[in-house]
């Protein structure tokens, strides 16, 4: 009981004191281990001396340290966090200290933390015990990370040099990933040899590090790799020989993006054309410089991913050196494409929040108007953030009653299922004194006899089975959302929208572009349980916002403990997901129970 208190603790704001005083008091392991790590999720700079002093905790091979494993994981915490002082060379040398003993769990939670300080300076003596530990260390995941971290340290190019050779050298994929990304921050030219690499995933993110690397021919290595991929033979290679040179191709048009290459007019007008395969039209909409050009492709391309990315594209630019006119989004408000319309409005919540931006006359009656039009979550969420963001731009008189429209729709929106549009509408309905339901969302609520038969999910793809297992008693709410949704048949037919390499495959989204999901959000049931390799998870996109989108991790993300829910693992097919590509489909999902009593 106390331990879950602790790790409850770790959720609950302003919770750093109420620890510091428990810690002193807590006489077993375990729950001290609980607590460091609840430090890093709710601490400051006051914990850090804690901290580092937990480090020291001894332990060994068969005695292994809960308390310093969950230090280093705190301080890695409190670097995702940014508190002030987390990188100082008293809380870095702690951390380097500790990479010489034999618990592998205090290894990696060390490396996880060195990986997200990314200390860029460091003494001779530090410098030595990194470098050497990121080319001896025997667990590869843990590895991985102590390369990332090594791959930022400045004035020793040779030493960094070294360590990513070794690392891209190693016959672990994910070793050769973290090279790679390491050594695109590094600016090292060596990511140029793993293009020719034989696992698709290095050599697409051989192609991401090039394009981020200064001192490089992008326009000589990666235009042959586009004109190899983007072509109808390629993409139907990907349909039918899982033959990734249209990914690579599509990844190609990116990173010249990126590297800043502007390619002709000509070339890019080809790129985005119709006749040209999808993932490759997608990419080349960030070439697009027009505005009303990339406003046409949202509004009217027959393409859903295009429409979305050019949408995307446009909305990225608000506030930017080549910031579009919030005018152009106004006709966005009017697409059929609901996730368009929902980008368009998210836009000019931005544009109408930067005292910079010249608001545009009629922005508030395209907005009430587009709120009477749309009715799936995501564009109603939007549309009331951007006339919250009007209001508090241009407050309006005391007294003053609410449009017609908004009166309309705001009271029933307090008992929307989906909790990004809740959330949209309760400041709106605070300003004008309106009411709202406050009836709860049914999917809070379930039925725990029903949901503890489910133990496993069949997920079978076009390459293979995937075996899961679910654990109703960990996520009751997330288990039986995600089985009804399958048993529906909302599954069938979708693919893997998003793969990064040694991080995530994730799925869900019928639209297949990642925006989409059901009418409804279901509440995070977050949890202890660590993300290790092959974790089952749902995708957020802020509290409380899970619906159809899951994912499975494939390699260990410590950065993800405690923010999103767990509900399952892999059983059986963890290689076919390593091997996984993007638009790799699935036919169903099929939901195993234990059998009935009778």
Known sequence: MRQAAAEALGQCPESERLLLSALNREPQAPIRAAMLVALGRQGRAASLRVLTDALETPGGLLDPAPEA???????????????????????????????????LLLRQQVAFALARLRPTSLPPAQEALLFAAAVDEADAPTRAMLVRAAGAVQGAPEAVAAVLAAAAAHPDVGLRIAALRAGAGAGWTGVVGLLFDTEPAVRLQAIEAVGQVSGIDHRGILLPIVDAGATTAAA?????????????????????????????????????????????????????????RLAALAVEDGELPV????????????????????????????AYDEQVVAIAADALATALADDDIE??????????????QSEAADPVAAILRALEAGYVRNPPP????????????????????????????????????????PAPSPRSIV??????????????????????????????????????????????????????????????????????????????????RPYAE????????????????????????????????????????????????????IRRIEIERAPSES
């Open 534 to 585: 092959g974790t089952l998870g749902m995708a957020l996109a802020g509290p409380d916002t899970g619906g159809s989108q899951w994912f499975i991790t494939l390699s260990p993300q410590p950065h993800l403990d405690g923010d999103y829910t767990v509900f399952g693992h892999v059983l059986q097919g963890m290689h076919l997901l390593q091997g996984a590509h993007e638009g790799l489909r």
């Open 447 to 528: 039925s725990l006899d029903g949901v503890e038969a489910v133990r496993s999910a069949r997920i079978r793809t076009t390459r293979g089975d995937v075996l899961v297992a679910l654990d109703p008693e960990l996520a009751p709410l997330t288990v039986a959302n995600f089985a009804q949704l399958a048993e529906s048949g909302f599954y069938d037919g979708v693919i893997f929208h998003r793969v990064v390499a040694d991080f995530v495959v994730q799925a869900g989204d019928p639209r297949g572009d990642g925006m989409g999901g059901p009418a409804w959000t279901i509440p995070d049931e977050v949890s202890a």
């Open 236 to 292: 139907e290679a990907l349909s039918h020989s899982h033959d990734t040179a249209v990914l690579e191709a599509a990844a190609a048009v990116q990173a010249l993006v990126a590297a800043g290459v502007r390619l002709p007019p000509a070339r890019v007008t080809e790129l985005v054309a119709p006749a040209a395969p999808t993932p490759v039209r997608v990419a080349a909409v960030g070439a697009l410089r027009s505005p009303p």
């Open 359 to 372: 608001p545009v006359q009629g922005t508030r009656a395209a907005l009430l108007t587009a709120l009477r």
């Open 69 to 103: 494993a969950a230090a280093a994981h705190a301080i890695g915490r409190m670097a995702l966090r940014g508190i002030d002082g987390v990188d100082r060379p008293e809380v870095v040398g702690g951390l380097l200290d500790q990479l010489q003993r034999p618990d």
């Open 307 to 334: 429409r979305t990315a050019a949408a995307a594209v446009l909305a990225s630019r608000v506030g930017g050196d080549r910031s579009p006119p919030p005018g152009v989004f106004l006709p966005l408000l009017e």
């Open 398 to 437: 005391r007294g003053k009653k609410a449009p017609p429209a908004l009166r309309a729709a705001l009271p029933a929106l307090g008992a929307h299922p989906a909790q990004p549009v809740r959330a949209a509408a309760a400041p709106l309905a605070a300003r004008f004194g309106i009411a709202l339901d």
